[in-house]
């Protein structure tokens, strides 16, 4: 273990190998996994800018790379994939702003 | 608005990709050729592929174009003057197509509306009672006056359209096709529906071909389809029959962008590993017999644009000495592109194919 980095974009290749260590619940991920992303009530290309909106959020560099070319391959555009990263980023900002209340509670009760 | 190139030819750059041999030597690396990267041919039953029968005449007509699109597998550009079929070779395609039950004639270019010839060929192929079909990039037809009539030709000789449009926005079609591509596009759309064309109960047929702006496979043929007749409706009022979802292949000018980007070892080993056997019966050089420019016979017009003639005698190499039996007995030529067309759902001048 030469690297002296977290993240290379050549372990995303690797990521069928988790089941080297641990195969029946590795097996039974990715067949979840892959019935989830399949066209059902949303489409392929609707779960695949889900995917890359939470991929943001989870700051995961792997699945930022997975699913923008996901998303590119089922045939969404640049618009549509920075409108999902914004509703990614609204709902953070927001999830921070609305605690905003508990602090504006506190602040109320201990004031004149 | 009128288009704006954002590349040239490889001929015109003097590039050595556009030497062929230069070509095939990339493709065939000797490093390629490992357990990721398999000769194509071993991949298939007894290493070989053998045609149907001849059920598609496309003759490309030249590479003279008013576009110069980053993916192009011919080259083609507005400085391809050269490469035009003369009347006389189009004179041999008519009588092989008299001689012949191929009921469909596939032309394409370049832009094939350019070639001098190209509206007396198409009449003569309607009076020979074939099919014709006629890939259009669109924008000739707003390029120059000359040209505006040409969806009032297309349906009065009821000529199928198939027209490349790689997305509904105007930022990927530009990015593949050049600038205000997309802008023009459109207006020809819209001039070909006023014609009729893709009209509910109307017989003139207008398809579009996706492919990929960048260095990844197509998706579902079915639900891009659906979400670009959605989007091309509700933005631009535009109709159109079927979407063709194509592969881009890693040859000509997608190759060059290849091997710029850093991209090719990746791509090709996307297309490696999404190798699918069943799409290979599906394959459209086992019914197609596909004419260059200048008469020579080839098995797919990547195989053209590679200068992988058919295998025959060098008399039956050329349009001239178009010996119909003997075709249909030949192997296929195969090379490492060839994994272009079986990724995935597989792929084909008329889309996926399985």
């Known amino acids: ?112 | 608005m009128g288009v704006h190139q954002r590349s040239k030819s490889l001929a015109s750059r003097h590039s050595a990709l556009s030497d062929t041999f230069f070509q095939l030597n990339v493709l065939n690396g000797a490093e390629q050729h490992d357990d990721r990267f398999p000769v194509f041919a071993d991949k298939l039953p007894e290493g070989r592929l053998l045609p149907t029968r001849v059920d598609i005449f496309q003759v490309n007509v030249g590479k003279l174009c008013n576009q110069t699109c980053a993916h192009c597998h011919v080259d083609a550009g507005p400085d391809r003057k050269a490469e035009n079929m003369s009347r006389e070779t189009f004179e041999q395609c008519l009588e092989v197509l008299a001689a012949t039950d191929i009921h469909t004639v596939d032309i394409t270019g370049g832009a094939p509306e350019m070639n001098p010839h190209f509206r007396w060929f198409v009449e003569e192929c309607r009076r020979l009672g074939k099919h014709v079909m006629n890939r259009c990039n669109l924008t000739i037809i707003v390029a120059n006056p000359k040209y505006h009539d040409l969806p009032a030709f297309f349906a009065k000789n009821n000529v199928e359209i198939v027209s490349s449009l790689p997305h509904y926005s105007a930022l990927r079609t530009d990015s593949q096709r050049g600038d205000g591509v997309f802008d023009d596009s459109i207006k020809a759309l819209r001039l070909l529906n006023e014609v009729g064309y893709a009209q509910e109960n109307s017989p003139l047929k207008l398809n579009l071909v996706y492919n990929p702006s960048g260095a990844f496979l197509p998706g579902n043929q079915e639900a891009l389809e659906a979400e670009f007749k959605r989007q091309l409706l509700r933005k631009h009022g535009v109709l159109f029959n079927n979407l063709y979802a194509i592969t881009n292949m890693p040859i000509s000018r997608f190759l060059d962008y290849l091997l710029e980007s850093d991209n090719y070892h990746d791509y090709m080993q996307s297309l490696v590993d999404a190798f699918n056997p069943a799409a290979v019966q599906g394959l459209m050089c086992r019914n197609t017999l596909s004419v260059s420019w200048d008469g020579y016979l080839y098995d797919c017009d990547f195989n053209q644009m590679l200068d992988l003639k058919i295998e025959a005698p060098r008399e039956q190499q050329h349009i001239s000495g178009f010996n119909q039996l003997a075709f249909q007995q030949r192997q296929i030529v195969l090379n490492q592109h060839c994994y272009g067309c079986t990724a995935g759902a597989g792929s084909s001048c008329g889309g996926q194919v399985s």
């Open chain 1, 1 to 112: 273990m030469s690297k002296k980095h977290y993240f290379d974009p050549e372990d995303l290749k690797k990521f069928g190998n988790i089941g080297e260590w641990q195969k029946p619940m590795a097996d039974k991920f990715f067949s979840w996994y892959g019935e989830v992303f399949k066209e059902g009530a949303l489409t392929e290309r609707e779960k695949a800018l889900i995917a890359l909106a939470v991929a943001h959020t989870v700051q995961c560099p792997y699945c930022i790379d997975a699913y923008a070319s996901g998303c590119l391959e089922k045939g969404a555009d640049e618009e549509q994939m920075m409108e999902a990263v914004q509703v990614a980023a609204a709902i953070r900002a927001g999830s921070t702003l609305v605690y905003s209340t508990q602090m504006m509670n506190h602040v109320k009760n201990m004031s004149l």
